[in-house]
């Protein structure tokens, strides 16, 4: 069935440094979610990527999609303590619009102050 | 406007006993999605349900079940609980399959 992949699962980094997580499709995809999970929470939706090659910023975060639409990439510049959890990227499992996602295994990071 | 709303935000129960966790979506969101969160298996898909209809199901046992209620409200079930139910199960909703918020979820304990 269709899968999606994420390494590192685990990233220890110093304050200040960057940080990056990358997730795999074995399916094309229509689009790619990105979520994060602080310790003790729920996931809290950071970003949808629709278009092949899209680059999307949010403050220290950037997310970018794939030209095959099968895989993305999150970068954190400069992580600061408050970057720390776990990220989850999560595909549609049918339908574009259904609320079936595929998740990833999740990237956790640890920031070291 | 108020959130994704779990309840209750934990359960113990016995093997074998049956469960029913509730979820109330964002005001306006008719799909509603339910997840198993566990260390091992991470996030899985159960089912989701849009205008009471259940539109897409996972890979789970008949054990597990859902409904939607006409206010969008919804409910799962899980039938004879396995010590392996123990997990965080998610509620999450959307409006137009943009971006899910997720419920606080409901820790189930099975011993």
């Known amino acids: 069935g269709q899968q999606v992949m994420q390494i590192p699962q685990y990233q220890h980094v110093q304050e200040g440094e960057d940080f990056t997580t990358y997730c795999n499709s074995s399916?094309?995809?229509?689009?790619i979610q990105w979520y994060k999970q602080r310790p003790g929470g729920h996931p809290v939706f950071l970003i949808q990527l629709v278009k092949s090659g899209e680059v999307k910023k949010q403050k220290r975060l950037t997310f970018q999609f794939g030209e095959a639409k099968k895989n993305s990439s999150l970068h954190i510049t400069a992580t600061q303590t408050t970057d720390v959890g776990t990220y989850f990227c999560a595909g549609p499992g049918g339908s574009s619009n259904t609320g079936k996602l595929i998740f990833g295994q999740g990237t956790t990071l640890q920031v070291k102050p | 406007k108020a959130g994704v709303t779990q309840t209750p935000r934990y359960l113990i129960k016995t093997r074998g006993q049956q469960v029913t966790l509730s979820c109330s979506p964002i005001s306006g969101h008719r799909s509603v999605s339910w997840y198993q969160q566990t260390p091992g298996q991470g996030l899985q898909f159960l089912f989701e349900?849009?205008?009471?209809?259940?539109?897409n199901k996972g890979n789970f046992p008949g054990r597990f079940s859902g409904r939607q209620f006409s206010n969008s409200r919804s409910e799962m079930n899980v039938s004879t609980l396995e010590l392996g139910d123990s997990a965080l199960y998610l509620c999450?909703?959307?409006?137009?399959?943009?971006?899910?918020?997720f419920g606080s979820g409901t820790r189930l304990t099975v011993v």
């Open positions: 999450a909703s959307s409006l137009q399959g943009y971006g899910y918020t």
């Open positions: 399916t094309t995809l229509s689009n």
């Open positions: 349900y849009f205008s009471e209809t259940q539109r």
